[in-house]
């Protein structure tokens, strides 16, 4: 859409001209459909009527993964159709500058390699500059797009960090493997049309036939929002040119058909890309364009910050911002993302669509316009998370006999792989009449009230700084309107400032208001509500109402002081609900009396709340954290969202006799302690029953441990544990013996446990999981298990000792062929009865001492590395497909696989199924 406050367009027509005109200042807006305020100007477009490519026209399908371990993680920064196989080209690693082929499979599947990553520049991408070479990866040189045209790809590059180059096109045949059918590199364009290389050396699109004459060309290519960014766009270019004189001309013609230069930052209205910015700002990265048949739109698609902007380093701690919090005399600004290391930062991110008019292009080409001069004619939010990267996000491809649009979101797969999002385009779809206007308020603690446009208002409410609460206005407005979104009621302790608050409606809901709160606030946080009626549900909030009455019995804590005192005396079914902090103990470890009792971080991220002992040696006076007497004591107790160790004996001691019964250990980290982390104790063979432990990480931070008596989640005689989704690391003896297990349910005399270990991935540690005595049962299945040797007492991976009726399925175990131990699983005993199956070892499946064993569709003493996807950090995932291990599995006790995946069916040999070697963006990122 040209620029309100500049330009008027008429509405398209068939066989028609376009109409351009300078607005006169001193006429009102209610005259300036007068005919004597216009000046005809002469553009040829297209006879057809079309329509524009908005919003409601894209239908989010869902995604598919593309596959691993062939070097396409950390890619997918440019995407191509190709009509041939009705395939996709995409990119491969950023430090190796490939190119494969890969199938297009149904939504939530996985594409098949059909051709493997190939440089299809023969050595030539780096020759960008006259007598410049440069290196590949992320200060190197890129490959900025790819295009199929006429049976052969077209591919640009450019320097990531450099002011410019010279030479940005090449041309390669469809067979990436193929040698002698490079073309390039070329150069396109020359100043002044093109500014500079690196407007015009990235995305790529075809111009359908019906457009050429009026734009210029067969092909449309450009970049921007690159480093230094003074040398390229602020903001999408296009430049147009004729495909087929790649190889021909020297320089090939180009065209301007919009761009934005330094001098002319249209997009952030104020001539700074650091401003917050609903169309553009120093974050934002942009990797595809297309232009879909039958519209007059050209879509451009990228991640964007829509928060308030700064440079320097990201901090996920309120408390941080505006400090130098990583010592390194750059300013901490928040941005719990994980996006963009040292550098600008504008959280939070939004992948993003940009539609551009192409009648405003051909003004452009026709010299009515200049190029800086036009501006989305409409703007929207994909519903896809960003995943934490720093590659360029929004690679596009349009597969014109699905009716298919695809766009590429690096790193958002599993691995570091890029996600492939797929859109259904439908030009039938009715356009919306009204739209709404919403957004995001971050570091809100308290209660804050919005208007829009001084009538509309709602009010917003959180109870901590690290919760995103996402608002609509209730009214909605018609297209063109404007909206004007205010703070009227700022909260106790807080000041509230609105970004992309003003603006107009662009046929689309406007998503991307972010309310961005400065200060520790909290002044209306209680511990009880004052009157006894507690508003919206909110925990301990008083803001009046008739809602729901005041939830009793939750406890916030802030201090070590009242941390203690939340555990003196607490009562059935409390909520201990503790601040962000480090709490070190320095009496007594926290007894568990009560029943039902929650204990968590106020935040939900386990590394905001760390509650430590003094030490994790012998004499260390505080030898646990979370302390259960023996007897019935803490029964159905929850611990999460927390970060606990440093103690003399055990982070968390159930001492026997049903003490913890029915408890819950859902992400916490627990680190260095003196003897195991998790110690369950027994009374004349009763333990702790009924317990769950899962998504946690055990580790000693500077292995070995202190003391050989040492070992992660250590049972006597425990009954219906649920051991799933933990990650154990570094759990090794120092000397003298060797260490207890990562795992271990067992007990001096028999005891009739029955347990599931399942998920859990085990690396150096000196032994895995270990079953002695058991007379009941264990299923131990999809465990990824790695021994590089470390240590003075590598050991196996799982140890059956004594036990009957175990079950050992689908299992990936390997250990370091030089340093490692001969075994990766032992039975030993007589008495003991399994059955062991559907396992995957690099080491000798080992029988000692007469155990009834039943072994079958197991694979050992096989080399195994190129199988698996990084077998020294126990990521165990198949990285190919091996006959030997496809659909060779045994169903019996196993369901799904490591990731969560179901298996049905012919099952895959060991922990990961490949085909279900999928991992998708969560609806709500939460990092921990």
Not at 118 to 126: K, P, V, Y
Not at 289 to 308: A, K, Q
Not at 364 to 387: K, Q, Y
Not at 702 to 709: M, Q
Request: net charge negative; aromatic share 10%; glycine share 12%.
């Amino acid at each position: 859409m040209i620029k309100e406050s500049d330009f008027l367009r008429s509405t398209h027509t068939s066989s028609r001209k376009v109409l351009v005109m300078k607005k006169m200042k001193s006429i009102s807006m209610n005259h300036i459909f007068l005919p004597i305020l216009f000046l005809f100007v002469g553009l040829t477009i297209p006879a057809i009527s079309y329509s524009a490519l908005e919003s409601h026209n894209l239908l989010y399908q869902g995604s598919f993964q593309v596959p691993g371990g062939v070097g396409l993680d950390y890619g997918g920064y440019a995407l191509a159709y190709n009509p041939a196989n009705n395939s996709l080209f995409i990119t491969g690693h950023t430090y190796n500058q490939t190119v494969a082929e890969i199938s297009i499979p149904s939504v939530n599947g996985t594409a098949t390699l059909l051709q493997a990553p190939a440089d299809i520049t023969e050595g030539n991408l780096r020759n960008i500059g006259e007598g410049m070479t440069d290196t590949f990866g992320s200060n190197g040189v890129l490959m900025g797009g790819l295009l199929v045209q006429d049976g052969q790809l077209i591919g640009t590059s450019f320097p990531h960090y450099a002011s410019d180059a010279a030479y940005t096109h090449f041309t390669s045949g469809l067979d990436v493997d193929a040698t002698g059918d490079f073309g390039g590199m070329y150069r396109v364009g020359e100043t002044p049309e093109v500014p500079g290389a690196r407007f015009i050396d990235g995305w790529m699109a075809a111009i359908p036939t019906s457009w050429q004459t009026a734009l210029g060309g067969s092909v449309i290519s450009g970049n921007g929002g690159l480093s230094i960014i003074a040398s390229t766009s602020y903001g999408p270019a296009a430049f147009s040119f004729d495909h087929s004189r790649l190889g021909i001309d020297e320089p090939v013609t180009a065209n301007a058909l919009m761009y934005y230069p330094q001098s002319n930052q249209t997009l952030n209205g104020v001539n700074d890309s650091r401003a917050p910015s609903r169309f553009f700002n120093w974050t934002t990265k942009m990797a595809g364009s297309v232009i879909i048949p039958n519209t007059d739109s050209i879509v451009f698609f990228g991640y964007h910050g829509i928060g308030d902007t700064g440079y320097g380093n990201g901090t996920s701690d309120p408390d941080a911002i505006g400090t130098d919090c990583l010592g390194d005399g750059a300013t901490c600004f928040y941005d719990p993302s994980g996006m963009g290391g040292k550098g600008p930062h504008a959280y939070p991110y939004i992948y993003q669509a940009w539609s551009y008019d192409l009648a405003d292009l051909a003004a452009v080409h026709a010299g009515t316009l200049d190029p800086w001069e036009i501006t989305p004619a409409s703007v929207w939010e994909l519903p896809f998370e960003v995943a934490p990267t720093d590659l360029f996000g929004g690679a596009a491809a349009y597969n014109p006999t699905t009716e298919e649009l695809y766009v590429v979101a690096p790193r958002a797969g599993a691995y570091g792989l890029p996600l492939v999002h797929v859109f259904s385009v439908d030009l039938t779809t009715t356009a919306s009449s009204t739209f709404s206007v919403g957004g995001r308020a971050i570091l809100l603690n308290g209660t804050v009230t919005l208007q829009n446009n001084s009538g509309d208002s709602l009010t917003l409410s959180a109870t901590d700084r690290t919760t995103i609460q996402n608002f609509t206005f209730s009214s909605e407005l018609t297209d063109a309107a404007s909206f004007n979104v205010t703070v009227t009621a700022q909260p106790v302790g807080q000041t509230c400032s609105v970004m992309n608050g003003v603006g107009d409606i662009l046929s689309a809901d406007m998503t991307s208001v972010v309310i961005v709160c400065d200060g520790d606030g909290g002044g209306e946080v209680t511990s009880t509500c004052s009157d006894g009626i507690q508003n919206q549900d909110e925990d301990g909030v008083d803001c009046g109402g008739s809602c729901s009455a005041c939830s009793v019995g939750q406890i916030y804590v802030n201090s070590l002081s009242e941390l203690y005192t939340a555990f003196d005396g607490e009562q059935d079914g409390d909520e201990i609900i503790i601040a962000p902090g480090t709490y070190t103990l320095n009496s007594t470890a926290l007894s568990i009396n009560a029943d039902n009792i929650i204990i968590r971080s106020s935040t939900g991220n386990r590394e905001d709340v760390i509650i430590q002992g003094d030490g994790f040696e012998s004499n260390s006076s505080i030898k646990s954290i979370f302390y259960f007497p023996q007897g019935a004591y803490g029964q159905n107790t929850t611990i999460k969202d927390l970060t606990i160790g440093r103690v003399g004996w055990h982070a968390i001691f159930f001492n026997g006799n049903g003490s913890g019964n029915g408890s819950t250990i859902d992400n916490v980290r627990i680190f260095d302690c003196y003897e195991q982390f998790i110690k369950g104790a027994d009374v004349l063979n009763v333990g702790t029953d009924d317990v769950t432990v899962k998504n946690s990480l055990f580790e000693f931070t500077s292995p070995p441990a202190p003391n050989y008596y040492t070992g992660g989640i250590d049972i006597h005689a425990g009954d219906s544990w649920l051991i799933q989704d933990n990650e154990f690391k570094n759990i090794r003896s120092p000397s003298g013996a060797i260490s207890e297990h990562a795992i271990h349910m067992w007990s001096n005399d028999p005891f009739p446990g029955e347990n599931t270990i399942e998920r859990n991935k085990i690396l150096d540690c000196d032994r895995g999981i270990g079953i002695w005595n058991n007379t009941g049962s264990t299923i131990i299945r999809n465990n990824m298990i790695t021994s590089n040797g470390l240590g003075a007492f590598p050991d196996v991976g799982i140890d059956i000792q004594n036990s009957q009726n175990q079950y050992v399925y689908n299992n990936t175990i390997w250990n370091d062929p030089n340093e490692g131990y001969y075994a990766g699983i032992e039975v030993r005993g007589a008495t003991t009865t399994a059955i062991v199956r559907n396992n995957l070892t690099n080491a000798e499946i080992r029988d000692i001492n007469s155990p009834t064993v039943t072994e079958s569709n197991n694979i050992e003493l096989t080399t195994i590395n190129s199988w698996l996807v990084s077998p020294t950090t126990a990521d165990h995932h198949l990285s190919m497909s091996v006959s030997s291990i496809i659909d060779q599995g045994y169903m019996g006790v196993v369901t799904d696989d490591f990731d969560g995946q179901n298996r049905s069916g012919a099952i895959d040999i060991g922990a990961d199924e490949l085909e279900l070697n999928l991992v998708f963006p969560p609806s709500s990122l939460r990092l921990n």
